[in-house]
Structure formats: structure tokens, C-alpha cells
């Protein structure tokens, strides 16, 4: 399946803002996580089309995924 | 003022405890009458630092502005980084109550202040003057170490959305930005407050602990990665993730997702002040450890703002669609040395675009009428420079985003609901300051409530109201949240501090009761003042238009709403 997938604040540093990228059907949010090499426990806040979720969810084709570091502001 | 006159008095017993926003609260519900006009001699403009303001205590550095605000009708508190709250509590400064209204309306005065004494004299040479020009100006006459509180244009003309600014270390601005307290300080014809710095040091009832406690502190402030986020990307780095959640008001709150995010992001941002040579990293206050302000250069490397902030770039941004930061700067300099709200200023200019005034994405235009029209008091300047509100009868527009008269900040509460709870309810009109449940809404802090659900928003808004109203009134920085809200060492050390600090033993419960104590005390004005249940409400095309990316409404019960004040 192919998934769009958006990097933010230094979670970008030497990886990229925002791709195209295929996985096997089923993979869920930690191992794509885990396979763009970003330590879990960094990871604040995940978007699966722009709606909270949870590491163990399975995106579909054609979802867009948002991993933010822990953030905020105000 | 009505005699012009200053004095000197002790601070009544039941005051003693108090500090911050719990005392500018409770003066103003003391002693001005809540139906008096925000602008006549009834009102009273109230400054305290906070509880711990003036300690070595890390972000301690916040003053609390009070008064009857004359843009929402409401009690008003707004409090301001910058130097003047740890040099007034170091003078020994409770609270500073400017009262009455010269008889004399030809003539402007400056406050002075230093350890022994409080001098008001007649001011002539700053009237008219920019806020930049004040401060420059009081450098140069007192010396550079001087605090600084002032208005700007906006302020002496009684705009509604004129603030009031502070020096900061560097000699910038900070801002009691919102409800028109500008307006309050130029009705009472001061323009400026200075403050003399002394070596005096705070008194510490036990200073051993003091010093442990603040240790612990400050460690959990620094080691909280939130705040580690702050001091890179500042407060900016909430554009890309609030315009993912389909919660960024944008092109006057008609979407909740702005397609020229990217370009106004923390993460733009933070590249183009380093290649400038400007710097991403800067504190409003001495002692603070998360440095969320910035120095944003222009393309030629020279200063052009700080404490350039999520809402006000969000506001320029998305609301009015410029997507180039270089306007978004330019504006909020202009806003800055005018002295008018950097949120109330832009959604009134969103509004004015949806009028037709001007395009939307016109950042030249809009930096045209802010000088041309706001900072000189022309007939539109002052339409706009009144508010949002104002913009929307002028012009008959009725998709005006205000809850009380004033402005609704950067998030969508029909795509994060627990943000429209604090909207609707808070006591100073719509602030996501007053109670920001976009800590637990979007960023996963002190817990999950999902942001699109109805469940548990009443709860989460009212529970963050009340520990805000008590940080409020220590003189921290409301940035310690993020490390409170999640780590357990965090509230108990600042506790402890302020144990250490008078030789008391409050607890966490006395915390919470303070807190409940002075949003009762401000409801209580409002009421007085004349509002009901029925203006704790959102404007009524929230209800009606479905916002893009999640096509959802606002959908929560007025009885929802009004359970918020069952404590």
C-alpha cells in the first residue's frame, strides 16, 4: 500500500518534510516509525488522516500519516 | 488621577496571599463598580508581579495588568514577560492602582517609580509616540537599566484593542495584549510607567529550601522536551501540527486548513532566522530557562521583530491568508510599536477582508491601513483598531469570530471542542490562554481527549481554567503547564518554592481552591456587570457551517456549556 507520510519539526533533520512510500498491507504505525529510524519514545503526537491514533493502528492505501515529536506551544 | 496624586498605603491582610492575577482580580471586584464605564473615572487600572516575581524562582518574571475591559465589558487580566514585574516586586510593589481620570484633558503624564518613592509628572516630548521611540526615549533620559511599561498610538487614541507593552531585556517589547487595557492606561492619561532598578533583593523566609525547590524546578522545566521544542521553534511550531488536525481558522475561520502552511510554519521560520543571522533562541524575562521568544531578522540580516508568536502569525497567516513571513514580521513590528493586540488586529483585518476592504493576502495593504490608518486615527483605522467586532457592524459582516466582543484566537473549536469551551465560558471573553485544552486535545499532554468528541471537554476546559488562574497569580510563565500537566516533580517543587518563599505550607488542594476562588470572584463581576449564561456562547454560524477538512459544527448543549460553572 502506498502511504503519504509527513515528518514535522526535527524529525525532519536529515530524513524529508513529506513522501510517497509503499509498505505491506497490515503495517502498522510503530513499525513505520520504527522503519524511518525515529526513536518511539520521541514520538508525541501521530495523525492518520488528520485524526489522532495510536502506534498500533494499521494505516490503509492512499492514508496520510503525520508524525510530530513532542510539541507544543500557545 | 481625578487629583493627581500618589500614595504609598500597606497591603490589607486579606490581599497578603494573594498576588499576580488573583490580586488584580480581586482588587478590581473590591472596589470598581461592574456596570461603570471602562473608560470613565470609575474604572481602575490595576499592575501586581506575581507571588514569586522579583525571587530567583525560574520564569517568574510575569506581571498581571487588571481592569474592566472596555472591549468585552468583562473583568480583564493580561499578563506580559519583560523586565518591570521582578523589578516592581524587587522595589517592594504589591499591586500599582492607577484610579480616577484627570480633569484636565489637554494634558498626558509619566508614572515613575523607583525603591523610595512614586513621582507622576506632567509628559509632553513621548505623546504621539511609538512605542519603540518611548523606550528608546527612556534609555536615553534614565538609563537603560529602567523598566519600561507603555502605550503606543493606539493606547492614547482609547482603541479597544490597544495593549500594553514592556520592556523586555533587550530593550524590545513584550504585551498585556488583549482587551484594550492600552485603552484603560490612555483614558487615565499615562503614557508611560517607568521603574527604577535597585539592589534590593526579596525577602525568603527559608532560603535553603527555596534554593532546592527552584532547583528541581527548573530542572523539570528544562529537561521537558516541550520546552526544549519552544526554544527551537518557538511557539510557531503549532502552525504545522494545528493545520494537520484541520483546526487552523483560515480566510476568516471559513477552513480549518490553510494551504500556505509551510511557509508561515516554526520550521520556515527557525531556517530563515538562522540563515539571516537572527536568533531562534531568546528569553522574554531574566531567569527564564525555555527562551520561546526569538530574533527574526529581515532579508538583509537586520532586527526586524521578537516574540514573534504562534497566534499572531497564525492570525496574519491563515486567517488572512498572507503566506510570507516577511509581511507577517513587518506587521507585527508595526503592531508592536502602535501598541494594538496582535490577535484582536488581524482577525479584525480578516474580517475587514471578508467585507471587501481589502484582499485577502494583501500583507502590503495591510501593513499600509496599520500605519496609515490605525497608527494615525483615521475614520477605518479606528473601525479596525476598535476589533473584530467592530469591523463586522461596521461592515455588516456576520461571520464575526468573537465570544464577549473579542476575538477568537488560533483554534477551531468546531474541530477541537474543549478550546470552545474555554471560548464560551472564560471569564475575559474568548482566550485560549485561560484555560488551553489544546495540550490535551492535539499534543497528547496530561492525558488524551480526542478533540472531535463532545465527551469530557467541560471537564478538561474547567480544570485547566482553575490551574490556570492559580499559575496565573504566581508570577510563572504559563509554558511550566506543559512540565506540571506531566511531570511529577514539577507542581510540588513550585509549591514548595512558594512555601520557602513566606514560610507558609499550602497544598496542592490550596492551589486548586485558589484557583476555583478567582474565576468565582471574576464570574461574579461579569454577572454583576450584567452578562448572563446566554453570552457564554459561540457566534451562531459556528453552529451553521460545517468547517473543511473533518466537515463538523460546533454540537455542544448549552446545558453542557453551563455545567462548566458547577464547582
Known amino acids: 500500500m502506498q502511504l503519504n507520510v509527513k515528518l514535522f519539526a526535527y524529525f525532519r533533520d536529515n530524513r524529508f518534510k513529506q513522501k510517497l512510500m509503499d509498505f505491506p498491507a497490515g503495517t502498522t504505525v510503530e513499525e513505520i516509525v520504527n522503519t524511518l529510524d525515529i526513536p518511539l519514545a520521541e514520538v508525541g503526537v501521530i495523525m492518520l488522516n488528520s485524526r489522532q491514533c495510536e502506534m498500533y493502528q494499521a494505516p490503509a492505501e492512499g492514508d496520510q500519516l503525520a508524525i510530530f515529536p513532542t510539541i507544543g506551544g500557545g | 488621577m481625578s487629583d493627581l496624586s500618589c500614595k504609598i498605603e500597606s497591603v490589607p491582610e486579606r490581599w497578603m496571599g494573594l498576588g499576580g492575577r488573583g490580586l488584580t482580580s480581586t482588587i478590581i471586584a473590591e472596589e470598581v463598580a461592574p456596570t461603570c464605564h471602562p473608560l470613565g473615572q470609575h474604572n481602575k487600572l490595576v499592575f501586581a508581579p506575581g507571588l514569586l516575581s522579583g525571587t530567583p524562582a525560574a520564569n517568574s518574571g510575569r506581571l498581571s495588568c487588571g481592569a474592566k475591559s472596555p472591549l468585552t465589558g468583562t473583568i480583564k487580566e493580561a499578563n506580559a514577560g519583560g523586565t518591570s514585574a521582578q523589578m516592581l516586586a524587587k522595589i517592594g510593589v504589591k499591586a500599582l492602582i492607577i484610579e480616577g481620570k484627570p480633569t484636565d484633558d489637554g494634558k498626558w503624564y509619566n508614572l515613575h517609580i523607583n525603591a523610595d518613592s512614586v513621582r507622576l509628572q506632567e509628559e509632553t516630548e513621548l505623546i504621539g509616540k511609538g512605542n519603540f521611540a518611548v523606550v528608546q526615549a527612556i534609555n536615553n533620559r534614565l538609563g537603560d537599566k529602567t523598566g519600561v511599561i507603555t502605550i503606543g498610538p493606539a493606547g492614547e487614541m482609547r482603541m479597544t484593542s490597544a495593549n500594553i507593552s514592556i520592556k523586555d531585556p533587550d530593550s524590545h517589547l513584550r504585551s498585556h495584549g488583549r482587551g484594550g487595557l492600552g485603552a484603560v492606561m490612555g483614558s487615565k492619561r499615562i503614557k ?285 510563565c504559563l509554558f511550566i503547564a506543559f512540565a506540571a500537566l506531566d511531570d511529577a516533580t514539577c507542581l510540588p517543587a513550585l509549591i514548595d518554592m512558594i512555601n520557602a518563599r513566606f514560610g507558609i505550607h499550602l497544598t496542592a488542594n490550596d492551589v486548586t481552591n485558589l484557583g476555583m476562588s478567582i474565576l468565582k470572584t471574576e464570574h461574579a463581576f461579569n454577572l454583576a456587570a450584567g452578562f448572563t449564561n446566554k453570552d457564554d456562547r459561540l457566534p451562531e454560524f459556528f453552529s451553521e457551517e460545517a468547517v473543511a477538512p473533518h466537515n463538523v459544527v460546533w454540537d455542544i448543549s448549552d446545558e453542557a456549556i453551563d455545567s462548566f460553572w458547577n464547582f
Open chain 2, 192 to 476: 508611560f510607567i517607568s521603574v527604577e532598578p535597585t539592589e534590593q533583593k526579596m525577602a525568603i523566609a527559608n532560603p535553603q529550601a527555596f534554593k532546592e525547590a527552584n532547583r528541581t524546578f527548573a530542572k523539570a522545566l528544562a529537561d521537558n522536551p516541550i520546552s526544549k521544542a519552544l526554544g527551537q521553534y518557538g511557539t510557531n511550531v503549532l502552525v504545522n501540527i494545528i493545520n494537520e488536525s484541520g483546526g487552523l481558522p483560515t480566510k476568516n475561520f471559513t477552513l480549518g486548513q490553510f494551504e500556505g502552511h509551510e511557509a508561515i510554519s516554526g520550521e520556515t521560520m527557525h531556517d530563515t532566522i538562522v540563515a539571516r543571522g537572527g536568533k531562534p533562541k531568546h528569553n522574554c524575562h531574566p531567569g527564564c530557562v525555555i527562551n520561546c521568544s526569538q530574533i527574526y531578522a529581515d532579508a538583509n540580516g537586520q532586527y526586524k521583530t521578537s516574540g514573534f508568536e504562534y497566534e499572531t502569525i497564525w492570525a496574519l497567516g491563515a486567517d488572512c491568508c498572507i503566506d510570507n513571513l516577511d509581511y507577517v514580521a513587518e506587521a507585527d513590528s508595526l503592531m508592536d510599536d502602535i501598541g494594538i493586540d496582535s490577535i484582536e488586529t488581524p482577525v479584525a483585518f480578516g474580517v475587514a477582508m471578508e467585507a471587501g476592504v481589502l484582499k485577502f493576502g494583501d500583507g502590503a495593504e495591510l501593513c499600509r491601513i496599520l500605519k496609515e490608518d490605525i497608527g494615525k486615527g483615521t475614520a477605518l483605522g479606528r473601525i479596525i483598531g476598535n476589533g473584530a467586532g467592530s469591523v463586522g457592524k461596521a461592515y455588516g459582516v456576520t461571520r464575526v469570530p468573537v465570544v464577549k466582543n473579542q476575538a477568537i484566537p488560533a483554534y477551531d473549536p468546531r474541530a477541537i471542542k474543549g478550546i470552545g469551551i474555554t471560548y464560551a465560558t472564560s471569564t475575559q471573553g474568548a482566550d485560549h490562554t485561560m484555560g488551553y485544552t489544546i495540550a490535551t486535545n492535539i499534543l497528547g499532554v496530561g492525558g488524551k481527549v480526542d478533540p472531535l468528541s463532545k465527551e469530557g471537554q467541560v471537564e478538561l476546559s474547567r480544570n485547566l481554567q482553575i490551574a490556570t488562574a492559580a499559575i496565573d497569580s504566581t508570577g510563572m
